[in-house]
């Protein structure tokens, strides 16, 4: 084996391959950098890496015979991996830190908040206990509807690295909280920090990620959500035995914070928000880095054409949500998320540790776990098919798949049925509902959003819907246990299942597919009716 020219030679008697390594090379216009710069080099056109080629002879010179390929060169010739994605992913996967920090504080309070009650002295007030594990949720609507506003101002990086400054600060706040107020103010920030992120990070990736990617690196954010979910049950375990646990599992939540703000450090801005400013030249750098140089005048050419027809959204008002096409995006927008919610997402969380321990699985962590474990693996199957079948087709099949699921679990609790056929049934269309929401309704509807959205109102029409997210999140887990009590889990989940019906007939009806179409593609079919 020798090094020339920066190419790796491997010398076999019946073949001579080549591998090529391509060190990142100095950007005009760069100022500094980046940790990811290795992965920055964009694949050839065709995004395709071929796991070994035999050098050619050429033509115009006499060559001795080439002897016949080893049968294993032949196999090998047929691999090929797809790693376009590769560029794009060290930066959306930072952004979805934001998620990872989004799942890790919906566990955090879901065991200790039994320790955490007897600590500060409000231990059997059920509506102080709710009132810990739910604050956030006003903090989040308010960072929701300001997030639009600060993004248009100062890009994505800057407005990650601000939205860190509430999450950091409530978590440390939480932590060492000696009293109710301290502990609610620090659940507060929490939510700022939370709703500000919800609405940027769906909205980073599908400006940064190329368009072939985008449906499966926007998936991140589901992801990130679930691993956040999952380690805050892993790390809640001792909390059973010890009773000041609680504080370590809140300070542990601030590390994420400076991880995502050092980060976006380094993390590339949103070219097309790079264009809006003015700043082109930054802007064909990322995009030459990130989607590859014969994509940069195309691309630059398509912003400029789409800005010079709608404007910049740096001057858009939130009146501008009720002029066409913005008024109908706000409405798919909003609706989509009424209907998530009201499909029961979070009813159906709160009560799968009751499902669990009928059936024996006495340990709430435990059921959590299955719950956060079958979430993942949805998450992850999304990221496969999203940008395959479509997000139409999952949005729909997943919502068909949870109108089911809540059918199969009424059937269950309402007929009459051997125990323990009973009980098999409502934890198989429990696992089946979490699935089929995280292969579709989960990760879609932040992610087709963004997508129809204008590049003039993005930012606010993605602000609105997540406060509409927000606002029926609380009202779902105010009303739930007393709707069960007054009505039963039958008639509740029912009612679960006949929305979801609704939601994949809202989705047939008024979702276009965006599948392999760039965001300046769709906003040009939309503003001339297309998709409409």
Same mark, same amino acid.
């Given at each position: 084996?020798?090094?020339?020219?920066?190419?790796?030679?491997?010398?076999?008697?019946?073949?001579?391959?080549?591998?090529?390594?391509?060190?990142?090379?100095?950007?005009?216009?760069?100022?500094?950098?980046?940790?990811?710069?290795?992965?920055?080099?964009?694949?050839?056109?065709?995004?395709?890496?071929?796991?070994?080629?035999?050098?050619?002879?050429?033509?115009?010179?006499?060559?001795?015979?080439?002897?016949?390929?080893?049968?294993?060169?032949?196999?090998?010739?047929?691999?090929?991996?797809?790693?376009?994605?590769?560029?794009?992913?060290?930066?959306?996967?930072?952004?979805?830190?934001?998620?990872?920090?989004?799942?890790?504080?919906?566990?955090?309070?879901?065991?200790?908040?039994?320790?955490?009650?007897?600590?500060?002295?409000?231990?059997?007030?059920?509506?102080?206990?709710?009132?810990?594990?739910?604050?956030?949720?006003?903090?989040?609507?308010?960072?929701?509807? $300001?997030?639009?506003?600060?993004?248009?101002?100062?890009?994505?990086?800057?407005? %990650?690295?601000?939205?860190?400054?509430?999450?950091?600060?409530?978590?440390?706040?939480?932590?060492?909280?000696?009293?109710?107020?301290?502990?609610?103010?620090?659940?507060?920030?929490?939510?700022?920090?939370? $709703?500000?992120?919800?609405?940027?990070?769906?909205?980073?990736?599908?400006?940064?990620?190329?368009?072939?990617?985008?449906?499966?690196?926007?998936?991140?954010?589901?992801?990130?959500?679930?691993?956040?979910?999952?380690?805050?049950?892993?790390?809640?375990?001792?909390?059973?035995?010890?009773?000041?646990?609680?504080?370590?599992?809140?300070?542990?939540?601030?590390?994420?914070?400076?991880?995502?703000?050092? $980060?976006?450090?380094?993390?590339?801005?949103?070219?097309?928000?790079?264009?809006?400013?003015?700043?082109?030249?930054?802007?064909?750098?990322?995009?030459?880095?990130?989607?590859?140089?014969?994509?940069?005048?195309?691309?630059?050419?398509?912003?400029?054409?789409?800005?010079?027809?709608?404007?910049?959204? @740096?001057?858009?008002?939130?009146?501008?949500?009720?002029?066409?096409?913005?008024?109908?995006?706000?409405?798919?927008? $909003?609706?989509? %998320?009424?209907?998530?919610?009201?499909?029961?997402?979070?009813?159906?969380?709160?009560?799968?540790?009751?499902?669990?321990?009928?059936?024996?699985?006495?340990?709430?962590?435990?059921?959590?776990?299955?719950?956060?474990?079958?979430?993942?693996?949805?998450?992850?199957?999304?990221?496969? @098919?999203?940008?395959?079948?479509?997000?139409?087709?999952? @949005?729909?099949?997943?919502?068909? *798949?949870?109108?089911?699921?809540?059918?199969?679990?009424?059937?269950?609790?309402?007929?009459?049925?051997?125990?323990?056929?009973?009980?098999?049934?409502?934890?198989?269309?429990?696992?089946?509902?979490?699935?089929?929401?995280?292969?579709?309704?989960?990760?879609?509807?932040?992610?087709?959003?963004?997508?129809?959205?204008?590049?003039?109102?993005?930012?606010?029409?993605?602000?609105?819907?997540?406060?509409?997210?927000?606002?029926?999140?609380?009202?779902?887990?105010?009303?739930?246990?007393?709707?069960?009590?007054?009505?039963?889990?039958?008639?509740?989940?029912? *009612?679960?299942?006949?929305?979801?019906?609704?939601?994949?007939?809202?989705?047939?009806?008024?979702?276009?597919?965006?599948?392999?179409?760039?965001?300046?593609?769709?906003?040009?079919?939309?503003?001339?009716?297309?998709?409409?």
């Amino acid at each position: 084996m020798w090094m020339i020219n920066n190419t790796v030679l491997l010398l076999r008697p019946d073949a001579l391959t080549r591998f090529t390594f391509s060190y990142p090379t100095r950007l005009a216009h760069s100022r500094k950098v980046s940790p990811f710069s290795c992965f920055c080099q964009s694949p050839p056109r065709n995004k395709r890496v071929t796991a070994l080629s035999t050098k050619k002879p050429d033509d115009d010179h006499e060559t001795s015979p080439v002897p016949p390929a080893h049968p294993s060169d032949e196999k090998l010739e047929k691999f090929s991996a797809d790693v376009g994605w590769l560029s794009a992913f060290p930066h959306v996967s930072v952004a979805s830190m934001a998620n990872f920090l989004f799942g890790y504080h919906i566990g955090v309070m879901n065991g200790p908040i039994v320790s955490i009650a007897r600590e500060l002295g409000f231990e059997g007030n059920s509506i102080l206990e709710g009132l810990v594990v739910s604050i956030f949720i006003a903090g989040a609507f308010i960072g929701s509807i $300001g997030s639009g506003p600060l993004l248009d101002k100062l890009g994505c990086r800057r407005t %990650f690295q601000i939205a860190t400054i509430p999450l950091i600060l409530g978590a440390l706040v939480s932590a060492q909280a000696n009293s109710l107020d301290e502990i609610l103010c620090g659940r507060f920030l929490v939510g700022l920090g939370i $709703g500000v992120n919800t609405v940027l990070v769906p909205i980073y990736i599908s400006e940064v990620a190329p368009t072939k990617y985008r449906g499966s690196l926007g998936t991140l954010c589901q992801i990130g959500t679930c691993l956040g979910i999952i380690l805050s049950l892993l790390l809640g375990i001792p909390a059973e035995d010890d009773p000041h646990w609680w504080r370590t599992m809140l300070y542990v939540a601030s590390m994420p914070g400076f991880l995502l703000a050092l $980060g976006m450090q380094f993390a590339v801005e949103s070219p097309r928000w790079l264009c809006k400013v003015g700043r082109l030249d930054d802007a064909k750098v990322v995009i030459r880095n990130i989607w590859g140089g014969s994509e940069v005048e195309k691309a630059v050419e398509d912003f400029q054409s789409v800005m010079k027809n709608s404007g910049s959204n @740096l001057n858009s008002r939130w009146l501008d949500l009720l002029d066409k096409p913005h008024s109908r995006v706000a409405f798919i927008g $909003g609706t989509l %998320f009424v209907l998530q919610q009201f499909a029961g997402i979070n009813g159906v969380l709160y009560f799968s540790s009751l499902t669990f321990q009928n059936v024996g699985i006495t340990s709430g962590a435990q059921a959590s776990l299955y719950v956060g474990v079958t979430n993942f693996a949805g998450a992850l199957c999304a990221s496969y @098919l999203i940008d395959k079948q479509g997000r139409k087709k999952l @949005l729909i099949g997943s919502y068909l *798949g949870m109108a089911v699921s809540m059918f199969l679990i009424v059937y269950s609790v309402g007929f009459p049925l051997d125990e323990d056929l009973s009980q098999s049934l409502s934890i198989l269309g429990t696992l089946m509902y979490i699935f089929s929401f995280a292969i579709g309704a989960g990760p879609v509807t932040g992610l087709i959003i963004p997508e129809l959205s204008s590049n003039r109102t993005r930012g606010k029409i993605m602000g609105f819907s997540f406060s509409v997210h927000w606002v029926c999140n609380f009202l779902v887990g105010l009303f739930f246990l007393d709707l069960v009590e007054k009505f039963g889990v039958g008639t509740v989940y029912a *009612g679960f299942g006949s929305v979801s019906l609704l939601a994949a007939a809202f989705s047939y009806r008024f979702i276009v597919e965006t599948k392999g179409r760039s965001l300046e593609e769709i906003e040009m079919s939309l503003n001339s009716t297309d998709l409409s």
